[in-house]
C-alpha cells in the first residue's frame, strides 16, 4: 500500500488549501482514513480520520476550519483547510489504518506565513 499525498504549500494567514490523498495498492475500502501533522520541533498529531461509514474525528483546534472526507471507491481521502493560521504550519501526513496495520504517505508541508 501507498499513499501518495499532494496540495501542500505556502498560504497566508486566512487562506486555504486542499489536501488530497490517493491509497494505491491492496487497501479496504473500509480502512480508517486521515491526516496527521508534525509542526517544527513538535510530536506527530492527528488532525481528523474518517472512517468508511463516515464517521469524522478532528483535533479540536481545526474544527469548523478543516473539513476532512473520502471517496472509498477511489481511495482518496482530502483535507479542506480554510482560515489557515500561522500554528497550522506542519508536515502533513495522509494515514490509513486496516485491522491492525498503519500506513503513512511522504508528508506535504504547509507553511501559513503572517
Known amino acids: 500500500v501507498q499513499l501518495q499525498a499532494s496540495g501542500g504549500g505556502m498560504v497566508q494567514v486566512g487562506g486555504s488549501l486542499n489536501l488530497s490523498c490517493v491509497a494505491s495498492?491492496?487497501?479496504?475500502?473500509?480502512?480508517?482514513l486521515g491526516w496527521y501533522r508534525r509542526a517544527p520541533g513538535k510530536q506527530l498529531d492527528l488532525v481528523a480520520l474518517?472512517?468508511?461509514?463516515?464517521?469524522?474525528t478532528y483535533r479540536e483546534i481545526v474544527k469548523g476550519r478543516f473539513t476532512v472526507s473520502r471517496d472509498s471507491a477511489k481511495n482518496t481521502v482530502s483535507l479542506q483547510m480554510n482560515s489557515l493560521k500561522p500554528d497550522d504550519t506542519a508536515v502533513y501526513y495522509c494515514?490509513?489504518?486496516?485491522?491492525?496495520?498503519?500506513?503513512w504517505g511522504q508528508g506535504t508541508e504547509v507553511t501559513v506565513s503572517s
Open positions: 494515514y490509513a489504518q486496516y485491522d491492525s496495520t498503519r500506513y
Open positions: 495498492g491492496s487497501i479496504s475500502s473500509d480502512a480508517v
Open positions: 474518517i472512517t468508511a461509514t463516515g464517521q469524522i
